[in-house]
């Protein structure tokens, strides 16, 4: 063997030494950190905070102090898991940074509403449907859904298709202030469609399926800012919004429906104009026609004095011969009622 080649054996093996000697330090050196410290920090939670740092504490201290101990020691994947176990926990990562430091991410569950079932159990419920339960330190100003029909762990299909439709209606009611304010509660029939109640008043306001939610709530807006904010919250008992182009108003003690025109649905800043009678079955789903009032009785009412009054224009009748000295008069095209 050359003598080159016993030079590059020997610094491969005095590489190889060094190596070797740099991870048992490394390792050794491991072995002597201490956890110096732990951070938390919670994210997720914009309005409601479930959990705080006590509480993360307690879990990560589940199985013995962290703060302290060698961090060769300390299993980081079995405390994610742990903490992970936190049903208002929605993500945990563990991990130390390079001053010995824990740093703990923490995401936390953001409650979108609150559900009460028909027998008389209460929960909340996140963005992905996960079921959370209560909390005595503090109470989420979410909308609330009652007489849900499910009570079980693990829901029937059209209980899921239910919570489907609660997922949707909380999160456009969230996201408006002014139906946050106007809606205390949103019920569940037996059929599974649902009905508004207003904070305001005794109404209830049929919605329907939870389908065409944004369209419904725009007329129903509409009814407000023309009708509701001009004749009180008083007067109407029930108003359906589930019928393609119309409302549907029930005025206290009357028991009859009156609908609204068509044209305030098409323009919130158009009156809506009251009139009689109920639409057909078969009508119900077909475009918006304006609904027009039914024709006046044909009994001449007295104009009001000082008002003028477009009248048919009159058969033609032979006309006057003419006068002396000028051109015949013209019928006048309106009648001027005579003043008093």
């Known amino acids: 063997m050359s003598w080159r080649k016993k030079i590059q054996t020997i610094a491969w093996c005095l590489l190889a030494v060094g190596i070797i000697v ?12 201490h956890c110096a410290d732990i951070h938390i920090e919670i994210e997720g939670a914009e309005e409601h905070v479930f959990v705080d740092e006590k509480q993360v504490l307690q879990l990560l201290n589940k199985a013995g102090a962290v703060k302290g101990r060698a961090i060769a020691s300390i299993p980081l994947r079995s405390l994610e898991r742990t903490v992970r176990a936190d049903t208002w926990i929605k993500e945990a990562e563990l991990f130390f940074d390079n001053n010995q430091v824990l740093q703990v991410k923490i995401t936390e569950r953001e409650p979108l509403a609150r559900v009460f079932t028909l027998q008389g159990q209460s929960f909340y419920i996140d963005s992905s449907g996960t079921r ?26 059209p209980d899921s ?14 996201a408006h202030p002014f139906w946050m304010e106007l809606i205390s509660q949103v019920d569940i029939t037996p059929q599974r469609t649902y009905q508004l109640i207003p904070q305001l008043g005794n109404q209830v306001i049929e919605l329907g399926p939870a389908t065409d939610v944004e369209t419904k709530l725009n007329k129903l807006y509409s009814f407000y800012k023309q009708v509701w904010a001009k004749n009180g919250f008083e007067k109407y008992e029930k108003v359906d919004v589930q019928y393609e182009g119309q409302i549907v108003a029930v005025r206290k003690g009357e028991g009859k429906p009156v609908i609204d025109s068509a044209t305030a649905m098409q323009e919130l800043t158009n009156s809506i104009i009251m009139a009689g009678g109920i639409p057909a079955a078969d009508t119900m789903k077909k475009p918006a026609v304006v609904t027009t009032p039914p024709p006046a009785p044909k009994t001449a009412q007295q104009p009001k004095p000082g008002t003028a009054v477009n009248r048919q224009t009159p058969k033609p009748k032979p006309a006057a011969p003419p006068q002396k000295g000028g051109k015949p008069k013209k019928q006048p095209r309106a009648v001027m009622p005579a003043r008093h």
Do not use: C, E, M, Y
Request: positive net charge; without cysteine.
């Open 22 to 33: 740099l991870l048992v330090a490394a390792a050794q050196k491991k072995d002597s950190l």
């Open 132 to 157: 959370l339960p209560l909390s005595d330190r503090l109470t989420a100003r979410v909308p609330v859904f009652t007489s849900f029909p499910g009570n079980k762990g693990r829901l029937s299909a």
């Open 161 to 174: 298709a239910v919570l489907k439709d609660i997922k949707l209606l909380a999160t456009t009611i969230a």
